[in-house]
């Protein structure tokens, strides 16, 4: 048997050689690689072998059946190559109509990044990025926020080796600019956060979030209102309405959370808003002394606000979107709409 496949395979070389027509190739490959081919035949004789030469067989006619695959592929080549007319590649029709290529365009995500980029940029707001592989001292610590810290837990932060983590808010940025720059400071840093959420229509294991960060002499609570009340008329329209609620943040004293009458339904109520009329849309605060302790700055002669909102959050609230997972699907239905 062993004899036969080496014969076949001497064989199969010889037919290829003189193949001389792409009809002829596939004839070829009928004949050797065809469902009633002469290697099937050989692969249907097996079971009828002496146990000890199956596998060996077996292994020998599946190797033979790749090499002529391979070789018929060859000599299909060569044959392509020989047919094309010579010159061709210079001949160019100038009557055929042009082929349509779709314009792509920025993603929605990145598209609400720039626009608030741009209404912050007007207020002269700087625009700083910090890593995503991010040490727990810049996620947690600095931030005022203690060990025993839920949001600490595994199943709240994805932890990497050795102190390092895929940082879970934006705050981390705070810290890395005011280590670097004395007051007077005002910025804007966006980008990815990563939490072990489970996905669902509001829940992204990945998602955006901007966080604003203004630190001078005398700055209050006022300057944040106004800010802030600036911003979200700028981004859902003149006519919203604001309301600040008193909240807690660990790097924030006083913090708030902020709601803007709901852009859907304008105040009147809707499935969006759970009828109340109000959606929160940022947390906000002016910064804990705490903090300005770990980057050393001095928090009798300073005052500042940070705030910090999630961008898929407000892009699904412009558009009336009620899935966050839209955003990330890659479904062109979708995305075109933007
Ligand atoms: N980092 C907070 C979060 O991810 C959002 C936030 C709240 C940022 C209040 C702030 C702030 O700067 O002052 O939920």
Redesign the pocket.
Known sequence: MQKKLIELQNQAKDDLAKAKSPDEIERVRTKYLGRKGVINEIIKAIPSLRPEQRSTIGKLANKLKQEISKWIEETREKFVVEERVPGAEEMFDLSLPGKHKPYGHKHPITQTIDEIKGIFSKLGFDIEYGPEVELEYYNFDALNIPPDHPSREDFDTFYLDNKLLLR????TV?IRVMKEKKPPIRMIAPGK?FRPDTVDACHASMFH?I???MVDKGVSFSDLKFILTFFSKAYFGQDIKMRFRPSF?P??EP?AEVDISCSICRGKGCSVCAYSGWVEV????MVDPNVFEAVGYDAEKYAG?????GVERLAMLRYGIDDIRLFFENDMRFLSQF
């Open positions: 879970s808010q934006t705050s705070q956060v979030q966080e604003g960060l943040f790097f924030t913090s940022l947390g906000a605060g606000f940070a705030f910090g909102l």
